[in-house]
């Protein structure tokens, strides 16, 4: 093999390497796998979310959480 083609196939692979990547990244499973887990997450009671204004969901902190399950321990007498 010469140098010539050893470098033609060198780049012509890398050029393919870098396309493939650029569209799996594209058609990634990574955002669809994460919305469902915390869907889920948030079906069973293991997340406390509130949604805002654009139906977007935001993950509340637990200090929050407990703060609020508190206020209502005590102001239901």
């Given amino acids: 093999m010469d ?9 012509g692979s ?3 390497a870098y396309h493939l990547g650029k569209f799996l990244t594209h058609r ?5 796998i994460a919305s469902k887990m ?3 997450l948030e079906n069973d009671g293991f997340i ?6 654009d139906g ?3 993950l ?3 200090s929050e959480v407990i ?9 239901t007498k």
């Avoid at 140098?3 to 780049?11: D, E, K, Q, R, S």
């Avoid at 990634?28 to 669809?32: G, K, N, R, V, Y």
């Avoid at 703060?67 to 102001?75: S, Y």
């Fill in 48 to 53: 406390a979310v509130k949604k805002d204004k």
């Fill in 3 to 11: 140098p010539t083609l050893h470098t033609i196939i060198a780049v």
């Fill in 67 to 75: 703060a609020k399950a508190t206020r209502d321990a005590f102001n």
């Fill in 60 to 62: 509340i902190p637990i």
């Fill in 28 to 32: 990634s499973l990574f955002d669809e």
């Fill in 14 to 16: 890398l050029f393919g």
């Fill in 56 to 58: 977007e969901k935001d």
């Fill in 38 to 40: 915390l869907d889920k």
